[in-house]
């Protein structure tokens, strides 16, 4: 089964798990996710299946889109809900002084461009081992702060100790970083209590599909298929182009060939027909292509 399949990640399980679930009931080993989410986290996980999955490359750093709380009062070891505290609660001391308008205030700070360090827990990796491996080990972890850019940080409101909001954040980027460091900045501690993503890339929550829906349709490849994403719709800010057979025959062994394709786009998706993709090409010059992905 090849596609492109919009999962609606529950709570409580990892982004590897859903995967593993989505291989059982299609029958395809060949699945990956585009972005890992965090066990408590939910909502919007992409998955390539078959050989879609040679395409993972091409779909890049893409934003990510959230809503979600943030509990003050202390701080964890991993930045969320499911990490221990660092203290005891204080957010009965800080009650009186943490107001709406000053996290709002304080949240400036985090729109734009920054430089972010990453939590210890997480999967960045330190000589090949991930991050939070080290963590768990209790060995010391070195991470180095990373460029982010925050395009949205929304505070949305503040019920009692709990803080919504919404959020846009480019690729690596951490949420719980954020909490984290909003804690900080309000010298009452903080971390992650929720999270769910509603947007990743071009795919949002309204097309996504729960592992129950899916799994109702478990052997059935045809039905599956009907709830993946449409192919023309992947990548798209690559231009779509359909090829003849004469074409095609030259993309799928290797040769250079031309397509009806007048952009000036570097890269091109190849179709034969609406909807069965070829591949991926990358221009030579003018309308001559080169395959760089064939689905063969």
């Not at 919009?6 to 399980?13: A, C, M, N, R, T």
């Not at 660092?86 to 709406?100: A, I």
């Not at 349709?217 to 779509?240: F, N, W, Y």
């Not at 091109?268 to 090409?281: N, S, T």
Request: hydrophobic share 40%; aromatic share 6%.
């Amino acid at each position: 089964m090849n596609g492109l399949l919009i999962v609606d990640k529950p709570g409580g399980i990892t982004s590897h798990d859903v995967v593993a679930r989505v291989r059982r009931f299609t029958g395809e080993k060949s699945v990956g996710h585009l972005g890992t989410l965090d066990p408590m986290a939910t909502g919007v996980l992409p998955l390539l299946l078959g050989k879609f999955t040679r395409l993972a490359q091409y779909f890049g750093q893409s934003d990510k889109s959230y809503t979600g709380s943030i509990r003050l009062g202390f701080a964890t070891d991993t930045y969320d809900a499911e990490g221990q505290a660092n203290g005891p609660d204080r957010w009965p001391h800080y009650r009186s002084g943490v107001t709406l308008g000053r996290i709002r205030a304080h949240a400036m700070r985090f729109r734009g461009e920054m430089e972010q360090m990453p939590p210890a827990y997480s999967a960045k990796k330190i000589e090949g081992k991930p991050a939070y491996k080290l963590a768990r080990e209790g060995k010391p972890v070195e991470l180095k702060p990373a460029k982010v850019r925050i395009s949205l940080f929304e505070i949305l409101g503040l019920n009692d100790a709990e803080v919504e909001f919404a959020m846009t954040i480019s690729a690596g980027g951490y949420v719980r970083s954020v909490a984290h460091e909003l804690g900080e900045d309000l010298e009452c501690g903080a971390h992650l209590s929720r999270l769910r993503r509603t947007r990743a890339g071009a795919f949002g929550i309204d097309e996504a599909h729960t592992l129950e829906e899916l799994e109702q349709h478990a052997g059935d490849l045809s039905a599956l298929q009907s709830l993946c994403v449409h192919p023309r719709m992947l990548l798209p800010e690559m231009p779509a182009v359909t090829a003849d057979d004469h074409v095609l025959g030259r993309f799928r062994n290797g040769a250079q060939a031309n397509l009806p394709e007048f952009s000036d786009a570097a890269l091109v998706k190849v179709f034969a027909g609406q909807e069965e993709l070829a591949g991926l090409a990358k221009r030579i010059a003018g309308t001559l292509f080169q395959a760089v992905v064939v689905m063969q």
